[in-house]
């Protein structure tokens, strides 16, 4: 069962416009959220996260909206830019036990940014 | 400051062969993270550990082994490898508690015939 859900396997865009990727989850524990994104032969990397205490959070052309009601989260990119073009990842976390902080991965949405 | 590096980069195996795949970090982690990533399914736990000398075991541990002898060092092993075990692995590293932040190694891409 898939916790964490992004339900575009793709999604292109005008450069200067705006990109919104969007994500679902099931899991009312989650209480932390992650952007990575990757290119292709990369790992990924962090991009941005917000705290389930929080509904927004702004980094420069990135901002990430979270609306726990609905149990949605989703990026925003303006303008866009060619160099946007990547996999970006969602991800959510839940203390296990107090161990650690296990991040639980959607399947990914690949965004072309078209100059 | 290297960050996370990952050995080798790519390699092919045979059915039923066995290699280690070595993840090294300089951040002075305490957590060590193993996923792989396979078309459709994102990226999934395999094996993590909390500390030097301590591992446990992720959403899809089975047919891999891990170990942890030194802080920096985090090795995962495949004793008999299988075609199903084709994929990308990633390892991560965060701090130690509020780590939610991983940082991902550059990855292995490896091919099992």
């Known amino acids: 069962d898939q916790q964490v859900k992004q339900n575009s396997p793709s999604l292109s865009v005008q450069e200067g416009r705006i990109s919104i990727l969007n994500c679902d989850y099931t899991n009312s524990m989650f209480d932390y959220f992650l952007w990575y994104k990757k290119y292709p032969a990369e790992g990924p990397t962090f991009l941005i996260s917000i705290s389930s205490i929080k509904d927004k959070n702004e980094d420069g052309r990135f901002t990430v909206f979270l609306n726990k009601s609905a149990k949605h989260l989703s990026l925003h990119i303006v303008p866009s830019q060619p160099g946007d073009s990547a996999v970006y990842f969602c991800a959510a976390s839940a203390l296990d036990g107090g161990a650690t902080n296990k991040l639980i991965f959607g399947t990914g949405t690949l965004l072309a940014v078209q100059p | 400051n290297a960050g996370v590096t990952q050995t080798p980069k790519f390699r092919v195996l045979k059915t039923g062969q066995s290699m280690t795949l070595l993840c090294a970090q300089d951040?002075?982690?305490?957590?060590m993270y193993w996923y792989r990533q396979d078309p459709g399914m994102g990226l999934r736990l395999i094996h993590y550990?909390?500390?030097?000398?301590?591992?446990a075991k992720g959403e899809v541990p089975d047919g891999y082994n891990v170990s942890r002898l030194k802080k920096q060092n985090f090795l995962l092993g495949l004793e008999s490898a299988a075609p199903s075990q084709t994929s990308v692995y990633f390892c991560a590293s965060s701090y130690f508690r509020g780590g939610e932040t991983q940082y991902f190694g550059p990855g292995t891409r490896l091919l099992v015939l």
């Open positions: 951040m002075n982690h305490e957590y």
């Open positions: 550990s909390v500390g030097e000398g301590t591992t």
